[in-house]
């Protein structure tokens, strides 16, 4: 990997402003276009920019890429923006572009990455980082050689629900906590009717599908940020459904997990469950639904809510079925308010960070060792799911 020179951080507009150019790759999906582009990059734009420790304002400038020209042109069109191309290469060679996004598809994903490091970009990506960790740790090591910033979109972690949760931990709240059990979920459609609510993509390996490779590095992030390190996983990760319908209408056989049963070890001593489907129909106050129980308390966090019991507001409970208990237990969970800030766009609050770690150098933890992090927990989930055992999680060493 040879060294590269690094664009500029941003052009001056005047004396109070200065652009930045983000080449934004793979975001007319659904994800791309509504949480990275409108929601994120657009509206720091639209609302004057993000503003720096120097009281100047970063306005960030994005030209779309893709492979299908009336997608994104169709998209530009919607959003009032001119820039889009086809042509990856000329966005790489040009230096008013020092950003580079990427949320294609993960097989297509490594090849691309690698080529903006390589021109000198900085790189943000979604997740997964790439299809294995020996890649993503191969993008590590290209990173450090370039000299270039780089980080992997983890944005369960800036969530109201979770940012509230983070405060009742940071508070001591739980007490020493004890366990962690986790719900996520929904029914995807199997098609033609009604269709699939997401691309069938999601349901081939060879495509890189799988709910594991999907899902656990979200929870890797989560765990290890929120409750400690992992030290060993076991998993069980099945196909339940065998036949879907793909865009076309087309019926292709679903080769890849759609469910995964997760349990972690951490090394706290903290024992953490999650089940992961899309083969479930939702009976919880939210898609994600998280409970941590404590010797002082509990809590049950969804994306935006949370409701605690302290210890002592838990009933004393006694297990008889042979009568109604009497006791309303949902009656002793109080709502977690939040911290008075004003609730931000968790993919935009990322953003902020990571725009600012580009401009100013701000510290930005959630870099391509992280996002490798995340590859390693799936594929050890996956390795346990096929060799039916628990399953050590080792360093990362690169």
Known sequence: MTQAAVPPIGIEKDAATRTIGVIMNGVTGRM????????????????????????????????????????????AERCGLERWTTDLEACLADDQLPIYFDAQTTAARMDAVERAIRSGKHVYSEKPLAPTLAEALDLVRAVRTAGVKAGVVQDKLFLPGFLKLKRLIDDRF??????????????????????????????????????????????????DNLFGPVKAVSA???????????????????????????????????????NSSWCVRVYRDDLLAIQVD??????????????????????RAIWNPDIESGLDYRSKWAAVESNGSPEKNAFRAQWEHFLRHVACDE????????????????????????????????????
């Open 32 to 75: 791309g276009t509504n949480q990275h582009l409108i929601r994120s990059v657009l509206a720091i734009r639209d609302e004057g920019g993000l503003e720096l420790p120097d009281g100047t304002r970063l306005v960030p400038e994005p030209v779309l890429v893709g492979r299908n020209a009336e997608r994104l042109s169709a998209l």
């Open 236 to 274: 069980v990760a099945p196909t339940h459904i065998a036949e879907r319908y793909d865009e076309s209408g087309s019926a292709y056989p679903a080769t890849a997990d759609d469910a995964a049963y997760a349990t972690f070890e951490l090394e706290n001593g903290v024992v953490v469950q999650i």
């Open 174 to 223: 739980f007490g020493r906590i004890l366990s962690v059990r986790g719900e996520f979920g929904y029914w995807v459609f199997e098609g033609p009717e009604p269709e699939a609510q997401r691309p069938s993509w999601n349901y081939r390996r060879d495509d890189g599908g799988g709910i594991v490779v999907d899902m656990v590095c979200h929870w890797r992030y989560l765990i």
């Open 363 to 398: 510290p930005f933890p959630w870099d391509f060792v992280e996002g490798a992090k995340g590859i390693q927990l799936a594929e050890l989930a996956l390795e346990s799911a096929r060799t039916r055992r628990w399953v050590d999680v080792p360093p990362i060493d690169v």
């Open 294 to 315: 404590g010797t002082q308390g509990s809590a049950v966090a969804g994306l935006r809510e949370v409701v605690a019991q302290t210890r002592a507001e838990t009933p």
